[in-house]
Nanobody, 114 residues
Framework: QVQLVESGGGSVQPGGSLRLSCAAS??????MSWHRQIPGKQRELVATITLGGSKNYADFVKGRFTISRDNANNTVYLQMNSLKPEDTAVYYCRMVTGGGLDYWGQGTQVIVSS
């Protein structure tokens, strides 16, 4: 079993920045990703990073968000710049292991508002 704990959410004005962190309880070879859910909408993929560091982003965050990982500390990050009100959502961290196990964090709220 792996626990994922997100942190770093909060309230910020449009154009501001936040850095989300997701700490895993143990080191597992895995693909890590960030997802978000806006009230009334389905959860959507924001960014993915493989164990080797290959990254993919949803079109709506390209050029603004950066995903990274620190394998030594079992942590994945999401640097969010140029935030927009439409980025307001609960952000979730996800781990998919090489064996196909799927873990989610509890989510962290991001509010972008003036």
């Amino acid at each position: 079993q792996v626990q994922l704990v997100e942190s770093g959410g909060g309230s910020v004005q449009p154009g501001g920045s936040l850095r989300l962190s997701c700490a895993a309880s143990r080191n597992v070879l895995s693909i890590m990703s960030w997802h978000r859910q806006i009230p009334g909408k389905q959860r959507e993929l924001v960014a993915t990073i493989t164990l080797g560091g290959s990254k993919n982003y949803a079109d709506f965050v390209k050029g603004r968000f950066t995903i990274s990982r620190d394998n030594a500390n079992n942590t994945v990050y999401l640097q969010m710049n140029s935030l927009k009100p439409e980025d307001t959502a609960v952000y979730y961290c996800r781990m998919v292991t090489g064996g196909g196990l799927d873990y989610w964090g509890q989510g962290t709220q991001v509010i972008v508002s003036s």
